[in-house]
């Protein structure tokens, strides 16, 4: 059980904090809230502890004799300050102790990670991303805003991510540090396919395959949390997009292969964590298929699919690095490291992230361990942990292979 410090600053996207409190608790984490006096006007106190199990105060004038200004942040393990408001972040970067939580962002030696959420103009203020800058070279993890829809009609980037995006992140920052959320993919652009693909039998049957599509989304949230300019073209994964990062839907896997064609030509980094079926059906019944039917199949003809993966090495422009997923078994003719590197020479992309799957699936789980074997020959092994985690060493291994510089200077994302 970790001790996590959960700081909520005083704008609406406090109402969010309740949830990100709920789903830390329930990762086994124990969490104290220390919100400002003015996060106090959104989400009362009383929210706060029955929630955490935790007293709250936001004063230094409150458990004197404990010296709950220094003790708080001497103890954690992780300090996260979710919204981190534009005065937060302004009281923050100035060293202010004005209130119990800047007090407590003094005295943490953890990772510490802000989580932003204003309105766009305040964000992109000159002021705030000075502060953003002066927090992050002193180690601090601040993590972009999300892009969608803000407090009025209005949208941009300046929204907290969803609470569970952030929980994962927590974790990533809590088991490699905060290394593993450092903002060094801004202005890179970064393509993740992710899913299943269907194949279609008839209007209402399909040859699919059970991958959830949760490794591709916890790499687009870890590159997005690094300041990555993200596209997800996910094949047939309902789950909300990270950090409000722009999804392309794809069914098959030949709708898959012209989006990541079409997206692929300006990225710097292709990931490839889509299970791609192989073969698909020779032909598509244009109605339902009858079991009483004369045409009820007695055996279904295959046709092969393209292999995108292969394609998209061959097109790949220079520069541009290419990460391959493989789930593989061991069996006579191999083990599970001699087979990946046979297909990481069969495919010529550079990265291969190897699931061993001999002992059961991932398949949905949250959970995953790999190995990541480059092209130069180096295999390097990712402890079993959250397929964030997983996500977080992929991405450590592929920064010091990007050969061409940042289209942007760091911190200047969208
Ligand atoms: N892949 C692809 N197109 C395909 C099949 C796979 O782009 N038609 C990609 C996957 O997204 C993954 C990598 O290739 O990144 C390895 O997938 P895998 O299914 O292990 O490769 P296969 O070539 O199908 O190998 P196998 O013969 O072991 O099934």
Known sequence: MSRIVLGVAGGVAA??????????????????VVPTPGALHFVGAATFEALSGNPVTTDVWSDVPEVAHVRIGQTADLVVVAPATADLLARAAAGRADDLLTATLLTAHCPVVFVPAMHTEMWLHPATQDNVATLRRRGAVVLPPAVGRLTG??????RLPEPADVAALAHVALTA?????????????????????REPLDPVRYLGNRSSGKQGWALARVAAARGADVTLVAA????????GV????????????????????????????AAVADFRPATVAATKLKKDSAS??????????????????????????????????????????????AK????????????????GGVFGRPDNAAVVLAADGTATEVPHGTKDAVAAAVWQAVLPRLARPPAAPPGARR
């Open 177 to 197: 540090g905060a290394d593993a959320l450092r903002a060094d993919l801004a202005g890179r652009r970064v393509v993740v396919s992710a899913g299943g693909t």
């Open 296 to 341: 009820e199949p007695g055996s279904v003809p295959l046709v092969r699919n393209p292999d995108v993966l292969a394609e998209l090495v061959t097109k790949r422009p220079p520069g541009q690095l290419v990460v391959g997923f493989a789930a593989e078994t061991g069996d006579e003719t191999g083990d599970v490291l001699a087979h990946a590197r």
């Open 15 to 32: 109402y969010k904090a309740a949830l990100l409190l709920r789903a830390l608790t329930e990762a086994g984490h124990d969490v104290r």
């Open 236 to 243: 047939n994964v309902d789950l909300p997009a990270p950090f």
């Open 153 to 158: 009609p209005d949208s941009g980037p300046g």
């Open 246 to 273: 722009r999804v392309v839907p794809v069914g098959t896997a030949e709708e898959l292969r012209t989006a990541m064609v079409a997206e692929a030509p300006d990225a710097d980094v292709v990931v490839m964590t």
């Open 344 to 359: 990481l020479a069969r495919k010529g992309c550079d990265l291969l992230v190897v699931n061993d799957v001999s002992g």
